[in-house]
């Protein structure tokens, strides 16, 4: 779009949106043809929104955020002139010899790499909220390129940051919660270069300190605690107690679990999710999962378990999609030679007790 310029006939709006909704449909197109995965509905839920997938990050990501990220800030700090005066005044640099072109299709480059970073945190869809807020903030109270920068690159870390913490502590989207601290970040510093261009910053010092002495006060309220874990539990000992977490946080575990499952073998594992029936490909028998959601309701994670005794389905469940908390002995064994020059891993909840419906309060 940037290189096509002005000289397309297709212009502005229209062509973000073609370019966009087209690329969304296609993308989705390929993933259900081509993907791997058989949850595509959550996957692309969360690629829109961002879910948990923060917190479920491969070492090879993180490190690929912190090479790319260094990038970002080492081209910024080097061509800082360049970018200046092509953000400030287009014009007066390109009379300067500057090649304008060239640096709008750089700097273009680098946005998209900042985009596709952060898309892993919150989602394509409320990334331009990330990228535009702690501008937009900063520019309330600061005047110079320079301080603005500096101030929205402060803004943004602070505002991610505090929203990882809210969202792992209250079990809430990642994305949407890291967007509403910006959000609540844009207020404050709106509310802030109001009093300055009024020329009352200074007189209302004192009630600005207030206000942050009485929100510090309201978040430093003590968190009630767990019961004690001889009041949770009275049976044989649970070495992963996933019903005292939240829900993204449970959810987290049992991402954790299904990928190294070896890890985990042999703990008695406690969960609580709704009953998922699924088939086995290979034999066909009944398979009864423990199915465990994220905070946004779009992802999740199924453990297989089978019951200790002998259980008949229909008759002896409850219907499919009910909450149900189950217990059992995590352990991985391996099928050999179950298809042509492969083997099969299977990880389950062995001799497992099943409770319908959430625990009484």
Not at 85 to 111: C, I, K, P, W
Not at 150 to 167: K, P
């Amino acid at each position: 779009l940037l290189c096509a310029g002005q000289n397309s006939r297709i212009k502005g709006d229209a062509s973000i949106a073609m370019l966009s909704v087209g690329s969304l449909a296609i993308g989705y197109l390929l993933m259900n043809r081509f993907g791997g995965s058989t949850n595509i509905t959550g996957d692309v839920c969360t690629t829109l929104f961002g879910s948990t997938s923060i917190l479920t990050l491969t070492t090879s990501d993180v490190k690929l955020c912190a090479i790319l990220s260094s990038f970002v800030v080492a081209v910024f700090i080097i061509f800082y002139n360049k970018i200046f005066a092509v953000t400030f005044d287009e014009s007066f640099a390109q009379s300067a010899g500057t090649r304008v072109r060239a640096y709008n299709l750089f700097l273009a480059v680098v946005v998209a790499i900042i985009i596709v970073l952060a898309m892993t945190l919150v989602g394509s869809l409320l990334i331009s909220a990330l990228i535009i807020f702690p501008a937009l903030s900063a520019m309330r109270v600061c005047k110079s390129f320079r301080g603005v920068t500096i101030c929205s690159s402060v803004i943004s870390v602070v505002c991610a940051f505090t929203g990882i913490l809210i969202s792992t502590v209250s079990s809430t989207p990642v994305g949407s919660t890291i967007v509403a601290m910006d959000i609540l970040a844009f207020l404050l510093f709106a509310f802030l270069g109001f009093l300055r261009n009024r020329g009352s910053l200074r007189s209302n010092a004192s009630i600005l300190l207030a206000l942050l002495l009485a929100f510090a006060g309201g978040c430093g309220k003590e968190a009630p605690k767990p019961p004690p874990a001889e009041e949770v539990s009275s049976g044989p000992r649970i070495d992963l107690d996933l019903t005292t977490l939240s829900e993204m946080m449970a959810y987290t575990q049992v991402f954790y679990i299904m990928q190294k499952p070896q890890d985990y073998n042999g703990q008695r594992i406690r969960m609580q999710g709704t009953l998922l029936v699924t088939e086995d490909p290979i034999t066909h028998a009944k398979v009864f999962n423990c199915n465990i959601s994220d905070s946004a309701g779009c992802c999740a994670k199924m453990v297989p378990f089978v019951r200790k005794g002998n259980y008949t389905w229909p008759q002896d469940y409850p219907p499919k999609g009910t909450v149900i908390r189950v217990t059992g002995k995590f352990e991985v064994h391996v099928e050999k030679g179950f298809a042509v020059g492969m083997d099969r891993v299977i990880a389950q909840l062995n001799d497992a007790e099943m409770e319908v419906g959430p625990p009484s309060k």
